[in-house]
Each structure stands twice: as C-alpha cells, then as structure tokens.
C-alpha cells in the first residue's frame, strides 16, 4: 500500500508560512507581547476558519489540513507561553497565563462572530 504523503505536505508547507509569521511577530514585537499577539489573532482566525468549515462546509479537507494544522499550529505557540509564564514569576506568570488562555477563546468567540455577522447567521 502506498503511503498519502499530502497531508503531510500540506502540514510542513503550513507550518513553514505560520512559523515565519511567527518569527516575524516576534521580531516586530519582543515576547511576551509577541506571544500574546499570535496567540490572540491566530485564536481569531482558527475561530474564523473552524466556523467556516464546520457550520458552512467552506473548506475541504486539505485547506483544513494546510491553514489550520500547519499555517496556525505553527502560529501560536503554547511553549513560548509555558516558558514566558514560568520565567515571570508566580503571580505576573499566573496573570499572564490566565490572560493568555482567556484572549484565545475571546479570539475563537470572535471569529465566530465576524463570520456569523458577515453571512448574516
């Protein structure tokens, strides 16, 4: 049996374009506010195109595959924030992770609405 070697492509070429942007922020913007800004937008724009996917059925399986594994998942960063977290200190660490978890799912919420309001759902 031949092995499907797309998804995997699709992965690494996602993951390539997510962790440039990734590396780019980073460099516009220092950590941790790096962090929380990819972190924040790519939150955003998962909710945008889970919404899209699920409840539309806009994007097939290999966009999926591409934008949401790969670009987004190499995006956001859960090790930066683990490190920064632990770096700052027990309280200003604790603050900032809490933050952090409560601005990606207010990003999911947000993309959710951006799309429902732009379709009129």
Known sequence: MKPD??????????GFLGAVLRFWTGELFPSPAGTLIVNFFGSVLMGIFMYESIYIGAFDRRTRIFFATGVIG???TFSALAV?????????????????????LAGILAGRYIISYQRGI
Do not use: C, H, K
């Not at 977290?85 to 809490?98: D, N």
């Open 5 to 14: 070697l797309v998804p995997y492509a699709l992965v690494a070429a996602g």
């Open 74 to 76: 190499a995006l956001t």
């Open 84 to 104: 920064e977290s632990f770096q700052a200190g027990p309280v200003t660490g604790m603050a900032y992770l809490l933050g952090s978890i409560l601005l990606g």
